[in-house]
C-alpha cells in the first residue's frame, strides 16, 4: 500500500521559532523592554487585528498595497496591522482628554506586511516601537533616538555597526519651495525621493516625471541629493529655517548625550510613509548591506487627521529581523538557552514517587527541574542530560531510595555531592 502523504510549511513569509531560535528572539525583546523601561517609557498593545479604513486612511500608499486584509463573516473589511502607528493614533485619539501629555509609550508586536521577499524582509516581524505624543521639542526626536541606540548597545552592537541616518521633511519641503516646486507635488516627490536606493536613479526620475514634474524640476530635485551637511542646505536656502535650526539642535543634543559617532545627516532619508511632517530617521549597519534596522520621525498631524485634538508625536518601530542579521553576521553569542538547571531521573517505576518529590521540592527552591518522565538506564539518562544543556543531573536508583540520600552531579565538573533524598 503505498502512503500519500500530505505535509506542510508555514506559508511563504510567515515565522516559526523552534525552542532553539527562542533564545536570541528573547534577548532582543529583553533589550527592547530594558531599554524602553530606562528611557521612561510605558508599555501598551492593542489588538492585532484593524478596521481595513484606518489603515488605508493612515499607513502610507507603499504599505496599503502590503496590507492582509480579509473580510469577516459580518462583512467587515478588517486587515492585519502592518504597523503600529494608526492602532496608537487610534488608541491615544480615543482618550485623549483622560491622558496626561507629553505621553511615553512603547510597545512589541507583531505586524504583517505583504512584502517582496528579500533580505531582512518577511511577511511578518516583531516590531518595539517607541513613541511620544504631545511634545513638540526635539528633544523627544533625541530620546527616541537614544532609547533604540540603548538597546543596540545592550546587544553588543556600536558606532562601529550602524549609523543614523538624519534628515528632515519640513526642511526638504524648505529646499522644494527654494526651487519653485509647488506644494501639491510634495508628498509624490517624497515617495520617489524615499525609493532611490532601492531603485535606481532613472526609474526615480521616471517616477517624479509621471507625478507631474517637469523635466528641469526633476534635475533640480536629484540634485539636492548632493547635499551634504546642514550648512550646504542653508547656503541653498540662503538663510537658515526653523526645519534647518531644529536639525542643528538635535544634533547638538545627540552630541551631548555622547552620541555624535551613532547619527549623521542624510538628505536622502525621507521615509515612505505618508503620515511624517518633520524630523525623519532610518538607522543602517555600516557596510549598507541590510535594509534599515529602525526607522521613524516626527508626526504632527496624525492625531487631529484621525478624529483626535492636534497633538505633535514623534516615534520610531525598530524590527527583530535585520537585527538578527546584524547579530549573526557579528557571529553574536547572545541569547542564553532555555534550559533547565537540573536533570532527574530515575531506574524503574518504583523510584518514581522519590523522584517526583525530589522535583517538586527543588522548584519550591525555584530550581528549574527537568523530570524524566519514564525510567531509564543510568546510561541514557547521563548522555541525554550531557545533550540538554543541565548544569546539574540525578539519577535515582533503589539504593538511593534505601539509603534516603542521593548524588547530584555537575555535569560541567563532573563533581558529585551528596544530598538527601527527603
Ligand atoms: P517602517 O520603516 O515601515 O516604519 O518600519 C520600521 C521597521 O520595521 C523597519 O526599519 C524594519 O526594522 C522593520 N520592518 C518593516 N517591514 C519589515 C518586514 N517586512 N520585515 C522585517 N522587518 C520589517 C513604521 O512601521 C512606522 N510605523 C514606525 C513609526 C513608529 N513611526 C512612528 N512611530
Request: net charge negative; glycine share 8%; hydrophobic share 40%.
Amino acid at each position: 500500500m503505498g502512503t500519500n502523504k500530505q505535509s506542510f510549511s508555514a506559508p511563504r513569509g510567515m515565522r516559526d521559532f523552534y525552542p532553539e531560535d527562542m533564545p536570541l528572539r528573547n534577548a532582543v525583546f529583553a533589550a527592547w523592554h530594558t531599554a524602553a523601561g530606562q528611557h521612561g517609557f510605558q508599555q501598551y498593545d492593542a489588538c492585532v487585528v484593524e478596521t481595513l479604513d484606518l489603515l488605508k486612511k493612515k499607513s502610507g500608499d507603499e504599505i496599503i498595497g502590503q496590507i492582509y486584509d480579509f473580510t469577516d463573516k459580518s462583512d467587515r473589511e478588517l486587515a492585519l496591522r502592518p504597523e503600529m502607528t494608526p492602532s496608537l493614533a487610534r488608541m491615544v485619539a480615543a482618550r485623549q482628554n483622560a491622558l496626561r501629555f507629553p505621553l511615553k509609550w512603547y510597545s512589541i508586536v507583531q505586524c504583517f506586511r505583504y512584502e517582496r521577499m528579500s533580505k531582512g524582509r518577511k511577511r511578518e516581524h516583531f516590531q518595539l516601537n517607541l513613541d511620544i505624543i504631545g511634545e513638540n521639542s526635539v528633544l523627544a526626536e533625541v530620546e527616541v533616538i537614544s532609547a533604540a541606540t540603548r538597546a543596540l548597545e545592550s546587544l553588543g552592537l556600536g558606532p562601529d555597526d550602524f549609523c543614523v541616518h538624519v534628515s528632515s521633511r519640513a526642511l526638504l519641503t524648505d529646499l522644494l519651495l527654494k526651487l519653485d516646486i509647488p506644494a501639491d507635488h510634495h508628498p509624490a516627490t517624497f515617495l520617489a525621493l524615499d525609493k532611490l536606493g532601492k531603485i535606481s536613479k532613472e526609474a526615480t526620475s521616471e517616477l517624479l516625471l509621471t507625478s507631474g514634474l517637469d523635466r528641469s524640476h526633476v534635475e533640480s530635485v536629484l540634485s539636492l541629493l548632493a547635499i551634504k551637511s546642514l550648512d550646504e542646505a542653508n547656503n541653498i536656502l540662503g538663510a537658515p529655517t526653523p526645519a534647518s535650526m531644529r536639525l542643528s539642535d538635535f544634533f547638538q543634543f545627540m552630541e551631548s548625550y555622547g552620541l555624535s559617532d551613532r547619527v549623521a545627516f542624510d538628505i536622502s532619508i525621507v521615509r515612505g510613509l505618508a503620515y511624517y511632517t518633520g524630523i525623519v530617521f532610518e538607522a543602517f549597519d555600516r557596510s549598507k548591506e541590510l535594509r534599515a534596522i529602525f526607522g521613524g520621525g516626527r508626526y504632527d498631524n496624525l492625531l487631529g487627521d484621525i478624529g483626535g485634538n492636534p497633538a505633535g508625536g514623534v516615534g520610531l518601530g525598530f524590527g527583530d529581523v535585520v537585527l538578527a542579521e546584524l547579530l549573526t553576521n557579528k557571529n553574536s553569542s547572545i541569547g542564553v538557552p532555555n534550559t533547565a538547571d537540573t536533570g532527574v531521573g530515575y531506574m524503574s517505576e518504583e523510584q518514581k514517587p522519590a523522584a517526583i518529590s525530589l522535583s517538586l521540592s527543588l522548584r519550591q527552591e525555584n530550581i528549574l527541574v527537568d523530570l524524566a518522565l519514564h525510567p531509564e538506564k543510568a546510561k541514557t539518562f547521563f548522555s541525554r542530560a550531557d545533550r540538554s544543556g543541565f548544569q546539574q543531573a540525578i539519577f535515582i536508583g533503589p539504593d538511593d531510595v534505601a539509603s534516603g540520600t542521593v548524588r547530584v552531579k555537575n555535569l560541567k565538573t563532573g563533581e558529585q555531592q551528596q544530598m538527601d533524598l527527603a
